[in-house]
């Protein structure tokens, strides 16, 4: 199976000199396609850091990466910027959706920046959101809708350009427990159609949904467990 | 350009701005106003102006070049060449008129005379304008009852005259001058034709500044030359051309003054009105507004621009999210920065729009004010969208370039 990331002593140093930080120390990390991975470790650990240079928001001071087999050292802010379009589907805590842009605009706007014309982008979401189960709020604002409804709404527009890897930080952060768990039983269910999947979270419980658990701690990896039989 | 790529850009600044409606229309204002300023001041000058030039040319002002012996050869000791030199005379008249056919439209002659004029009903000590050439056309005189001089009349000096309105009413209140006799001095003429009065006031209330007009009492220039105090070089007291373009009568006006010089045995003895000073009176008539009005409308604007950049400052932190989640979901710095720019340059399209319609009820109300009327220029719109276009791309640049150069993390991150 091919690997969607390829890491090889990712170092990433905050500040200068006098008051560097180092956030990662070194990381090797292999992922292949079709994995369910939780990345965890305590706040520090370096697991924030780690997750944004896996989904190219940030580059490494050192060491090489590579996501579904392109090699993003040296590519230019626009390279990246399509990368994430592309192979990366962010999910946030705080969902991160435009407040004042309907749900659909939210899911269409990856494919708006891929280049896909309006009447396709309109079938396509509507076809995102009828997946993640909430088809009928398409025209409406994220602010009426609840905190669970919002994730799958991010969820939809994470999946909108298929991309090789579901990139979730704290997904179900500020969720209740019930929504929680319906919004990982998503996740679930998207990993078993196929995707590759990281969650990034401090929560073992979350954590032990995962077939592969990579822990982090003062920027190093601590511990590295996959359990071919998840929950 | 009207790629579809930039149909979607265009497509999203306007989603963008209506569901950001507040924070757009305070952005529109500075564009608004300062359009409407320029616009409408544009508009208000252009208007003053035109009323201007059209009173300038019914005071018979602005299309007439007048040629007039200069003052040293009517009063005082005149030297032996100017006693000898013959004077502003009928053949300068015609050869000036012939000088440029077709610029010149018309052409005059003038010289007056002064007599005692008598009527059945009258008997006063008037001046008489002999006339010659178009001097009724040049001088906008319409005859009301009987008929203008013949050729004939003018080219034989011919015993008639013509009654201005109110020297008609003066020598013959009944109404019936024409085919009567008056006595000019001891000469009889016959009453061949009355005017129409003339009339102008600046203002309504105001006097008629034309009532000298309706005064005259014309005779052909030929009669007060050979009958009254003429000499037999046809000297006269004025020589008007009647030239509609501006630019042709400077030029002419030259040509015409190295004529007369030659006629006149190198005599500066005439008098020539200084085109130059009427051209700049004209052109510098309302440029002292125009800029006033786009000053202001450049400072409206560049007050608009920082309202702006002020507005985009203070919404940064909603807007450094956005930009964060656009940036995480694939949007590059070149696609945020050209995002911003058509935002900006949208809502700077629109509030020129609204800026016009501004512009326009401005000026409509500052005209029926002054009770002028109004005249608007495409040009102004022209400038107003230019300068407004302009300060709205000058000031979304920064915004722009900032939010285009921002990391996705931190942006993201931003709180």
Redesign the interface.
């Known amino acids: 199976m091919s690997s969607i990331i390829e890491a090889r002593g990712l170092t990433k140093v905050f500040g200068s000199n006098g008051t560097a930080v180092h956030a990662l120390c070194g990381i090797d990390l292999t992922v292949s396609a079709g994995e369910f991975v939780a990345l965890v470790g305590p706040s520090g650990s370096g697991k924030s850091t780690l997750m944004?240079i896996i989904?190219c928001?940030?580059s490494p001071t050192k060491g090489s990466y590579a996501i579904d087999g392109t090699n993003v050292e040296g590519l230019s802010?626009?390279a990246l910027?399509?990368i994430?379009?592309?192979k990366v589907g962010?999910v946030?805590q705080n969902y991160?959706?435009?407040p004042?842009?309907s749900i659909a605009?939210n899911v269409e706007?990856?494919l708006?920046?891929?280049?896909v014309?309006?009447k396709e982008r309109r079938r396509r979401a509507l076809e995102l959101l009828e997946r993640v189960g909430i088809p009928e709020k398409a025209n409406v604002l994220p602010g009426v809708l609840s905190g669970g409804q919002c994730q799958r709404v991010a969820i939809a527009?994470?999946l909108?350009?298929t991309p090789a890897l579901l990139l979730a930080d704290e997904p179900t952060g500020a969720l209740d427990s019930k929504t929680g768990e319906e919004v990982l039983a998503l996740f679930k269910e998207l990993h078993r159609q196929g995707n590759s999947v990281m969650l990034v979270t401090h929560d073992a419980h979350i954590a032990s949904l995962a077939e592969r658990r990579v822990e982090l701690r003062d920027g190093l990896i601590v511990s590295d467990v996959s359990e071919k039989r998840a929950a | 350009m009207l790629s579809?790529?930039f149909r979607?850009r265009l497509a999203?600044a306007w989603?963008?701005i209506r569901?950001?409606l507040g924070r757009s229309r305070l952005q529109t204002l500075g564009v608004v106003l300062g359009v409407a300023s320029v616009l409408g001041g544009f508009s208000i000058s252009d208007s003053q102006r035109r009323r201007s030039d059209e009173r300038w040319v019914k005071l018979g002002g602005m299309d007439r070049l007048n040629v007039q012996p200069s003052e040293a050869i009517r009063d005082g000791q005149p030297t032996a060449l100017q006693t000898a030199n013959l004077g502003l005379r009928a053949e300068d008249a015609d050869e000036g008129g012939s000088l440029d056919a077709k610029a010149v439209s018309g052409v005059s002659q003038q010289k007056m005379a002064r007599a005692r004029v008598r009527s059945p009903y009258a008997d006063q000590d008037r001046q008489l304008t002999g006339i010659g050439g178009d001097y009724m056309a040049l001088n906008g005189y319409t005859v009301e009852k009987g008929r203008e001089f013949s050729a004939e009349d003018l080219e034989n000096g011919r015993p008639v005259a013509l009654l201005g309105a109110e020297a008609a009413a003066t020598f013959f209140p009944t109404g019936d001058a024409v085919g009567q006799t008056i006595r000019l001095g001891e000469i009889p003429v016959v009453v061949v034709g009355t005017l129409a009065e003339k009339v102008f006031r600046w203002r309504d209330n105001q006097g008629n500044q034309f009532a000298w007009r309706n005064r005259i009492v014309a005779v052909p220039a030929t009669l007060v030359a050979r009958r009254m105090q003429g000499d037999r070089w046809q000297r006269v007291d004025r020589v008007a051309f009647r030239i509609r373009d501006l630019d042709v009568m400077k030029t002419f006006s030259e040509g015409l003054g190295a004529l007369l010089k030659g006629n006149h045995r190198q005599q500066e003895d005439f008098r020539i009105d200084d085109i130059g000073a009427r051209v700049r009176k004209r052109r510098s008539q309302g440029d002292v507004y125009n800029m006033i009005f786009m000053l202001s409308g450049v400072l409206s604007l560049i007050g608009g621009g920082m309202v702006n950049v002020n507005i985009q400052m203070a919404t940064l932190k909603e807007r450094v999210?956005?930009v964060?989640?656009?940036?995480?979901?694939?949007?590059?710095?070149?696609?945020v920065f050209k995002e911003f720019m058509t935002e900006a340059l949208l809502l700077t399209g629109l509030g020129a729009l609204a800026g016009f319609a501004a512009g326009v009820a401005f000026s409509k109300i500052i005209t029926s004010f002054l009770e002028i009327p109004l005249f608007m220029q495409p040009a102004s719109f022209l400038w107003a969208f230019l300068l407004a276009a302009a300060f709205g791309f000058a000031f979304a640049l920064y915004p722009a370039w900032k939010a285009s150069r921002l990391?996705?993390?931190e942006a993201?991150r931003y709180e």
Request: charged content about 30%; hydrophobic content about 40%.
């Open positions: 944004a989904g928001l940030d802010e626009a910027a399509r994430r379009n592309e962010f946030f991160n959706l435009l004042k842009a605009r706007l990856p708006l920046y891929a280049g014309g309006r527009r994470a909108a350009n | 579809g790529a979607e999203g989603v963008e569901e950001n999210r956005e964060g989640v656009k940036m995480a979901i694939g949007a590059s710095g070149r696609e990391s996705p993390m993201l």
